[in-house]
């Protein structure tokens, strides 16, 4: 189960970091992921991470303003973002899967999700 937190709304610029409890075991061979959606469109990919690494990708409307990080003790996953846009509003999800894909279709397991919203 993963329970995501954090979300809220701010001012265009600002920053908010969202968390991913997860329950149960993580296989070192995990990746934790976060998508979003905003609505009327696709959940997009954002960002990822190996469980047990340090390899880190990020989608490309995202990269340079978001962090993807992990506590492996606490079983928690982080997104911290800086510089929001309004473009940013999103439902945004955690996720876990064992493929390290930007494809929503190879993620098994989803949080219900944490609301964004950025005021232009």
């Known amino acids: 189960q993963l329970v995501e937190s954090g979300g809220g709304s701010v001012q265009d610029g600002g920053s908010l970091r969202l968390s991913c409890a997860a329950s149960?075991?993580?296989?070192?061979?995990?990746?934790m992921a976060w998508f979003r959606q905003a609505p009327g469109k696709e959940r997009e990919f954002v960002a990822l991470?190996?469980?047990?690494?340090?390899?880190?990708l990020y989608g490309d409307s995202v990269k340079g303003r978001f962090t993807i990080a992990k506590d492996t003790a606490a079983n928690t996953v982080y997104l911290q973002m800086n510089s929001l846009k309004a473009e940013d509003t999103a439902l945004y999800y955690c996720?876990?899967?064992?493929?390290?894909?930007?494809?929503?279709?190879?993620?098994?397991?989803w949080g219900q999700g944490t609301q964004v919203l950025v005021a232009s």
């Open positions: 996720t876990k899967g064992s493929q390290y894909s930007t494809s929503r279709l190879d993620y098994n397991v």
């Open positions: 149960g075991r993580i296989y070192s061979s995990s990746v």
């Open positions: 991470t190996r469980w047990h690494s340090s390899s880190t």
